[in-house]
T-cell receptor, first 113, second 113 residues
Framework: GQSLEQPSEVTAVEGAIVQINCTYQ??????LSWYQQHDGGAPTFLSY????GLEETGRFSSFLSRSDSYGYLLLQELQMKDSASYFC??????????????FGRGTSLIVHP | DADVTQTPRNRITKTGKRIMLECSQT?????MYWYRQDPGLGLRLIYY???????NKGEISDGYSVSRQAQAKFSLSLESAIPNQTALYFC????????????FGPGTRLLVL
């Protein structure tokens, strides 16, 4: 089975940089994903790391260290619209060698003016 | 038009009633999933299906059943609803291989009285 830990809430001011951490325990690791969910909306995919290192997509970056079972999502130049919940997810082993996702409990990011 | 749709978007029902939530997708993906979201608990997998004749239990399948009527349709049923099934339910799809990114529907908010 899988276990993921991420902070329940993070606050920051507009224009700042914020990092949301995720640690995981898995029986087998196949990749770490990040999703964003605005209040009342559906989760949407942000980024994916299968290998160690940093992946950058505009203002958002995601980092993975497989040896430390750790990853983070970095949000730069924060905007009010970045206020949302952020979920990390790992791929667990499903049936017949397939992979299914397991999600963390989510981090609520509150951006203040 | 949305790629993944869910009906109804909101539903109020009484304890003991049977209720069906429906999901349709136009993404052409073989894999479909049903999740439940409760505050502070993240997204938990109820059932998943990798093709029309394939149904698999997820983390929290008790009290639920599913039907995969076609590649594009995946329904979730609560045979006898109970108040602790009050939650936000999401359907999702993914393609085979690669990142297996989850594409979520808009969600169904269910209240069981």
């Amino acid at each position: 089975g899988q276990s993921l830990e991420q902070p329940s809430e993070v606050t920051a001011v507009e224009g700042a940089i914020v990092q949301i951490n995720c640690t995981y325990q898995t029986s087998g690791f196949y990749g770490l994903s990040w999703y964003q969910q605005h209040d009342g909306g559906a989760p949407t995919f942000l980024s994916y790391n299968a290998l160690d290192g940093l992946e950058e997509t505009g203002r958002f970056s995601s980092f993975l260290s497989r040896s430390d079972s750790y990853g983070y999502l970095l949000l730069q130049e924060l905007q009010m619209k970045d206020s949302a919940s952020y979920f990390c997810a790992v791929r667990d082993q499903g049936v017949r060698g397939s992979y299914i996702p397991t999600f963390g409990r989510g981090t609520s990011l509150i951006v203040h003016p | 038009d949305a790629d993944v749709t869910q009906t109804p978007r909101n539903r109020i029902t009484k304890t003991g009633k049977r209720i069906m939530l429906e999901c349709s997708q136009t993404k052409g993906h073989d894999r479909m999933y049903w999740y439940r979201q409760d505050p502070g608990l993240g997204l938990r997998l109820i059932y998943y299906s990798f093709d029309v004749k394939d149904i698999n239990k997820g983390e929290i399948s008790d009290g639920y059943s599913v039907s995969r009527q076609a590649q594009a349709k995946f329904s979730l049923s609560l045979e006898s609803a109970i108040p602790n099934q009050t939650a936000l339910y999401f359907c999702a799809t993914s393609e085979v291989g690669g990142r297996e990114t989850q594409y979520f529907g808009p969600g169904t908010r269910l209240l069981v009285l």
